[in-house]
């Protein structure tokens, strides 16, 4: 697997936007301060693949992919494996609720020569090839299928992360050898042998059934198939007597069927003939029809004469008049006498009315007067009241003069001043006014209320004389109406007659009505004995008809009784000279049926002495016995072909049982897998040694003892010291060293289809001294410079990283992580 190019947004600390193109990155570093996301960047290689990251613990926590506040995390890669290009995309999402799901994971298989860079023109995912898988559960076996390395294996060769970097070294034996297990897939040598066991039971049990149908066969033998055939012989045989007997039993039978039939005709000639018999009651229909008929003519004249009177009381009352002109008349004489009273009566009201209104209008008149008056009392009580506070005023002013003193008004000599008098005038002025001015009050409501008295008699007066004005024109129409008129007593008369007519009439209407009742009935009692005629009729004419065979005489149309009477008597001579006949013809049955017995007796001998039962066929009994004895011959020689052919399947099932078994038995002991795993990890640690003498300048050899890792330091005389023992820089070189001869070795050695394209190391470099680092990153650019991967590395060590053509630097602000490339 080799990437060409990661896009992502909103993952982890990158919440914006941000590519990274591996397209021609064989030899890369990512760079930059610690925590600014150089790691993250395998994550999303990883996450994008398998959806997990390492550092997540293993577990798919896929809300660590969120970075904070984010809803949405996107991861595309583009990568390459074993000639082919795929694009991986896994879409996270936030629901409302704070849920954490996967919205979107899917892997395209792209066209060949596609352009990667039109991924910036935000084509939809249809666009970029064959879709490989378009579920989160398809992403698994997808993955696996172009990658060709679970995620545990992708994890240890393909991309190293960080704390990882030493378990394999560290590793007990037997954790390793699982590792290399699932490294190598010799796990299918596992499967191989629970499918050789498998398939050595379902031979067995083919085996074992094969060995009770042959058990069942055991009877088949030279004597069982000559005593079938002998068998059908004795059938054939017996089937050839029966066929030459059934003929002559056939013949027997049938003229006993013909003198059954000759039998079963004359009896049946019998019974019709014996059955001819004359209704009850025929004699009597006659008269009942002509009685019925007279009765029907009657009921028809009775109702003639009701309706000839019925039609006479018709006119009498057309000609008496209209009975509703003479009740509007009648009406009418009352309705004028009525209202010549009511017109009486308003003429006085009017008089009345008119003499009350007259009195009112004087009452009218004189308050008005009065009113007048009081108005001029209250006017002159008003100058009063205005004299009297002048007098008031020239009293009050005499209590300041003095005789012979001047005036200080007039300025002249007063000779003498006037005595005061008692009492106030303007007092007396005003109760004078209070009295005025209640009388004039008193006075217009006495007006206001004779002046509303006065119109109310005025309406009343106009609402008379109205009313008087109506009646007169009622009584004037009246008098119109009746003008020539008969008087009351003699409409009385008219419509009295009027009465007895309709009385009459609806009496005769009655009478019509009985009357064509009765005349229904008696016709219906007529048409009742004419069908009971006719039906007697057609009974004696089916009953001819069904004798017609015979020769009938004919018959007189005119009599029922007489015919009926003579058919009788002719059927009884017929059925007679058939008794006579019917002798004869019953001895001919019984002595046909004694012969077909004979014959019968004969062939159900044969069937006994073939140790066949009685059949109603014989010639189908004999025949189904000779198909069933070919068919037994048959089956016993097919029976013994069959135990041949057992024979030969039994021996190949016992062969391949026996393989099978064998094959399961080696493997089950685990000696192929354990030769195996021991020449894999002969060969990594001889690839790793040699790799490991080069990091550590030829002090280390790397060895191992029944699974333990070890190392032999040259420059201490050979000493073989473990692999726990080793410094933080010498477990770094150590580690290197296996994981590169892992990756290198993976291929020969794996079964499975895993392309190692490339590889990123993301390690600590920081605890190599200066040597070391320097002979670490010849080696990187050694393997890098073989051409048959891509190898990256993730440090922020300068020293390194400026020995690395590509660089990719990674910022981090408040916001989010950036990614520059530098370098080539």
């Known amino acids: ?114 352009d990667v860079t039109k991924l910036d023109t935000g084509l939809s995912p249809d666009d970029l090839g064959e879709v490989l898988a378009g579920t989160a559960a398809e992403m698994d076996s997808a993955v696996l299928a172009a990658v060709g390395l679970p995620y545990e294996q992708f994890t240890s060769c393909v991309v190293l992360p960080q704390g990882q970097f030493a378990d394999f070294l560290h590793a007990k034996p037997a954790t390793r050898q699982q590792i290399l297990v699932n490294l190598l897939g010799l796990g299918v040598y596992e499967r191989v042998q629970k499918l050789a066991t498998e398939r050595a039971g379902r031979v067995e049990a083919k085996l074992e059934e094969v060995d009770r149908i042959l058990a069942g066969l055991a009877d088949v033998d030279d004597e069982a198939l000559a005593e079938a055939a002998g068998r059908v012989g004795a059938m054939r045989e017996l089937s050839g ?101 009511e017109a009486a009566a308003v003429r006085a009201a009017v008089a009345a009315a008119q003499t009350e209104h007259d009195a009112a209008a004087e009452a009218l008149a004189q308050a008005r007067a009065a009113a007048e008056r009081a108005e001029v009392e ?25 005789a012979g003193a001047p005036c200080p008004v007039c300025e002249q000599v007063v000779p003498r001043v006037p005595a005061t008098p008692k009492g106030s005038a ?67 008369e008219s419509l009295a007659e009027h009465d007895r007519l309709r009385r009459a009439l609806k009496e005769a209407a009655g009478g019509v009505r009985a009357g064509r009742d009765a005349a229904r009935r008696a016709r219906a009692a007529l048409d009742g004995a004419q069908e009971r005629l006719r039906r007697a009729w057609r009974d004696f004419d089916a009953t001819r008809d069904g004798l017609a065979r015979f020769g009938p005489p004919a018959a007189d149309r005119d009599d ?31 002595g046909a049926e004694a012969a077909a017995g004979v014959v019968a007796e004969r062939i159900a001998g044969l069937l006994a002495g ?27 020689e097919e029976r013994r072909e069959q135990a041949a052919e057992l024979r030969g399947q039994r021996e190949e099932h016992r062969q391949r049982a026996q393989v099978a078994r064998a094959l399961a038995g080696h493997l089950r002991a685990n000696n192929f897998e354990r030769w195996l795993l021991a020449e894999a990890l002969d060969l990594l640690v001889d690839g790793a040694s040699r790799i490991l003498r080069e990091l550590s300048g030829g002090q280390y050899d790397l060895v191992h003892d029944k699974g333990e890792f070890a190392v032999v330091d040259h420059h201490d ?62 080696t990187l650019e050694g393997l890098a410079a073989r051409g048959d991967r891509m190898v990256g590395v993730v440090t922020h060590v300068p020293a390194l990283a400026e020995r690395i053509p590509v660089r990719f630097e990674v910022r981090k602000d408040a916001r989010t992580a950036r990614i520059e490339r530098t370098g080539l």
Not at 23 to 29: C, E, I, K, L, R
Not at 55 to 65: E, F, Q, V
Not at 568 to 585: D, I, L, M, N, P
């Open 426 to 492: 303007v007092a007396r002025a005003v109760a004078a006014g209070k009295a005025a001015r209640t009388a004039s009050e008193a006075a217009k409501r006495v007006v206001q209320e004779r002046d509303a008295a006065a119109r109310e008699l005025d309406r009343m007066l106009l609402r008379a004389r109205a009313q008087d004005d109506q009646l007169r024109g009622r009584l004037a129409e009246l008098d119109a109406q009746l003008a020539g008129a008969a008087p009351p007593a003699a409409l009385r």
């Open 717 to 778: 005389a050979g000493l073989r010291r473990g692999v726990r023992t080793l410094s933080g820089g010498e477990t770094f070189q150590a580690s290197l060293a296996l994981a590169l001869a892992l990756s290198e070795q993976l291929a020969g050695m794996s079964t499975t289809a895993a392309s190692l394209e490339s590889i990123v190391l993301d390690e600590g470099f920081g605890t190599l001294d200066a040597a070391t680092l320097d002979t670490v990153a010849a």
């Open 241 to 341: 007597a029966v066929e030459a007997a059934v003929p002559e039993l056939e013949r027997a039978r049938a003229a006993a069927r013909e003198r059954a039939a000759e039998l079963a005709g004359l009896d049946a000639e019998l019974a019709v003939l014996a059955g001819v018999r004359a209704p009850d009651g025929i004699a009597e229909l006659a008269r009942a029809v002509a009685a019925a008929r007279a009765a029907a003519d009657e009921a028809a004249a009775a109702v003639g004469l009701a309706e000839e009177r019925e039609e006479k009381l018709r006119g009498e009352l057309a000609a008496a008049g209209d009975e509703s002109a003479l009740r509007l008349l009648l009406r009418a004489h009352a309705d004028r006498e009525r209202l010549t009273g």
């Open 610 to 636: 073939g140790g066949l039962p009685p059949a109603d066929d014989p010639v189908r009994a004999v025949a189904v016995a000779v198909e069933r004895a070919e068919a037994a011959h048959r089956r016993l």
């Open 1 to 114: 697997m080799r990437p060409i190019r990661l896009d992502l947004a909103g993952f982890t600390v990158f919440r914006e936007e941000t590519t990274v193109d591996f397209t021609d990155a064989d030899f890369f570093a990512l760079v930059g301060p610690t925590g600014s996301g150089k790691s993250t960047v395998l994550d999303a290689i990883c996450f994008a693949l398998y959806g997990t990251v390492p550092r997540w613990g293993g577990t798919r926590g896929i809300a660590n992919a969120l970075a904070p506040s984010a809803t949405e995390a996107r991861v595309r890669l583009v990568f390459e494996s074993a000639g082919d290009r795929y694009v991986a995309t896994r879409v996270v999402r936030r629901d409302g609720r704070g849920n954490v799901k996967t919205a979107g994971a899917g892997l395209q298989l792209m066209p060949p020569g596609f």
């Open 378 to 402: 209250l006017e002159t009580a008003f100058r009063a009241h205005e004299e009297a506070k002048a007098t008031d005023q020239a009293v009050a002013l005499r209590a300041h003069l003095t």
């Open 560 to 590: 029922v009784a007489g015919a009926w009477a003579a058919l009788v008597a002719w059927a009884g001579g017929q059925a007679e000279r058939r008794r006579a006949e019917r002798v004869g013809v019953a001895a001919a049955v019984t």
